[in-house]
Every structure is written in C-alpha cells, then in structure tokens.
C-alpha cells in the first residue's frame, strides 16, 4: 500500500502521519483476525509511504474481505476525527495472490504488485474516487485469476 501525497507534506508532519497509518493498520489487522506482518522476520518492508505486506496463503481470502471494508471504515472514522491540521490518509492498496520464493520473498509477484501500485491507473482512480465518491482507499487485485489474460510471461501454444 501506498499513502498517496506523502511526499508534498510538510516533514515535521511525515512522522506523525505514518504513524496515525500504523494506528489504523494495527488496528484494523487485530479487528479482522489477521497476524501483524511486522511482528514476522522478512515479511514487511517500510517504504515510507506505504508498506509491503507478504501475508500467509492462509489468509488470502480475508485480505478482500473483511480486511478491504474495515481498512475503508477506518480511514473514513480517521478523515472524520483528525484536526484540520493534521494531513488526510489516502491509500492506494493492491493486492496479488501470487507465489514467492523464500525466505526472501522475491519473484514476479512483488515486482507485479509494485508496478502496478504505482502506475498511473491505479493514481488516476483514487483521484477519481475520492472526488465523486469521497473515498481514501483505492484497490487494485492482481493474481493468476486475473492475470492470465493480462500479462502471459511463460506463453503457452495450444493447437
């Protein structure tokens, strides 16, 4: 996931904000049952803006729901409670069901999920939803069940 504006926020207000970010994060992630990535060796990366999560295969259907809806809520209980002061949290978030490789968690999955949470659609559409709809999270999901008709990296010939 990626804090979109981050970077045109003031640097006294950066911290503060992230941190407002993991409040929601930890919060939310406790609501809907799911492990705090942070607390496995290798499975979160801080990008300063956002994070990277590797989640447990285990838990890929609750990250769509109920994980998606609570984040929503939360961020719109933080836009609604926040000083006037203090920046807005919108997300862009995407999500890939993919395979990688261990323990480092390399592999065409990451890379996807990446390029795809910072293309220019994925940028576009929360800009678009936030002005018709007034929503701060944006998500975008990648994986073999969406991918295969996409992005072919290992063509296959069929007669």
């Given amino acids: 996931m990626d804090m979109q504006g981050y970077s045109q926020i003031w640097e006294a207000k950066m911290v503060p904000v992230r941190s407002d970010l993991d409040d929601v994060l930890t ?3 406790a609501h809907v049952g799911l492990q705090d990535q942070r607390d496995r060796p290798g499975a979160y990366k801080d990008t300063g803006d956002g994070a990277i999560f590797v ?4 838990d890929i259907a609750r990250l769509v729901d109920p994980l998606l809806k609570h984040l929503h809520t939360a ?6 409670e926040r000083l006037a002061s203090a920046p807005a949290i919108r997300l862009r978030a995407a999500v890939h069901v993919g395979p990688l490789s261990l323990p480092d968690h390399r592999g065409d999955a990451i890379n996807d999920v990446c390029r795809l949470l910072d293309s220019q659609v994925v940028r576009a559409g ?11 999270l944006v998500t975008f999901m990648y994986g073999s ?3 295969d008709g996409v992005i072919c990296r290992r063509p296959v010939i069929i007669d």
């Fill in 126 to 136: 929360l800009t678009v939803a936030r002005s018709s709809s007034r929503t701060d």
């Fill in 75 to 80: 961020l719109v209980r933080y836009d609604r």
């Fill in 55 to 58: 989640m447990p295969a285990k």
């Fill in 145 to 147: 069940l969406t991918s």
């Fill in 27 to 29: 919060n939310v992630l």
